[in-house]
């Protein structure tokens, strides 16, 4: 009878963990899927192709921070949108590359790096969204490990749960903590609806991550962790 009560221990205390770790995993998405390395030098950056040009724009803030020379825009279809919002925000065309061939993380990874080889480059920051920012990282990781990757996520919708979350999220994202003074009252909800709809729009997408973290895994031995 005892093994069998502590078989039953076992499972049982493996089912809180798990449901704490899911209950954990739905209400504070951006603690379990953000990485962010802070600020970096490196030699190049890699955009990946998603999202709504907020990519570009927070590869544009790094760039003329100074955080890397070089800009490689990675995405079938996306690559070459993404290299056109960079050069209309101050990007010269001649720090920029494309690779539009790739159609998933995994490809943008492959063959991100085989042009980070051919160039020999060693220090690469990975700029994507935030609730992607730890799949890609990994990603990019497990094909190279012998490259130096960061990860400097935009903040679109970030799930703010505080004033100052707020606060921190929207000045991440590059736009004022408050609607404009000189904004109408009409305007200023607009801008107030319009953060609203990033928030739902990334939490949906932050929402369906896990499963693919856990596809990643699974197929292609890509841990999370």
């Not at 739905?26 to 907020?54: N, R």
């Not at 003329?64 to 925000?89: F, H, M, Q, R, V």
């Not at 220090?123 to 990282?137: F, G």
């Not at 990994?138 to 190279?144: D, Q, R």
Request: net charge positive; hydrophobic share 40%.
């Amino acid at each position: 009878m005892k093994p069998r009560r502590s078989v039953l221990k076992i499972l049982l205390a493996s089912s809180l963990a798990l449901l704490v770790a899911a209950l954990a995993a739905y209400y504070f998405p951006q603690e379990v899927l953000t990485l962010d390395s802070g600020a970096v030098k490196a030699e190049a950056m890699v955009v990946l192709g998603g999202g709504t040009l907020e990519r570009p724009q927070r590869a544009t803030e790094l760039f003329k921070a100074g955080e890397a020379p070089l800009i490689i825009c990675s995405g079938l279809g996306d690559a070459e949108s993404n290299a056109a919002c960079l050069t209309n925000s101050g990007v010269p065309v001649a720090a920029i590359l494309l690779e539009p061939k790739s159609h998933t993380t995994q490809e943008n990874a492959k063959f991100s790096i085989a042009m980070l080889r051919s160039l020999g480059i060693h220090r690469v920051i990975i700029v994507t969204t935030w609730y992607h920012s730890r799949r890609a990282l990994m990603c990019f990781e497990h094909y190279a490990p012998d490259i130096t990757f960061y990860s400097r996520p935009s903040y679109f919708g970030y799930p703010a749960q505080t004033k100052a979350e707020t606060l921190k999220s929207e000045t991440l994202n590059g736009k004022e903590a408050t609607p404009h003074p000189t904004l109408s009252p009409v305007e200023a909800e607009r801008a107030r609806a319009a953060r609203k709809y990033e928030q739902k729009v990334a939490r949906s997408y932050a929402d369906s991550e896990y499963l693919k973290l856990a596809g990643y895994w699974a197929c292609y031995g890509v841990c999370p962790f």
